[in-house]
């Protein structure tokens, strides 16, 4: 499982703003999960995503892991 940050836009009908999600891939380099808009803080999101893979966290853990995330950043 490896966990990479991407880069997009997101608009809404006033403004648009770039922001971060987290891809997530198997061992295979085959894509399964791809969560946008996670964070527009892209230091603590490259730490949160560097620390996922040092950790070998599985993908069920991510969740509650995210929600911690936002519990501390917002």
């Known amino acids: 499982m490896k ?22 891939k198997d061992d295979e380099g085959d894509e399964i999960k791809r969560l946008f808009d996670v964070s527009t803080d892209f230091k603590a999101i490259k730490r949160l995503v560097k620390s996922l893979n040092v950790g070998r966290v599985h993908l069920e853990h991510l969740d509650c892991i995210l929600e911690d995330y936002y519990t501390e950043h917002y």
């Open 3 to 24: 966990y990479i940050v991407f880069y997009h836009h997101v608009k809404s009908e006033l403004k648009s703003f770039l922001s971060a999600g987290i891809l997530v």
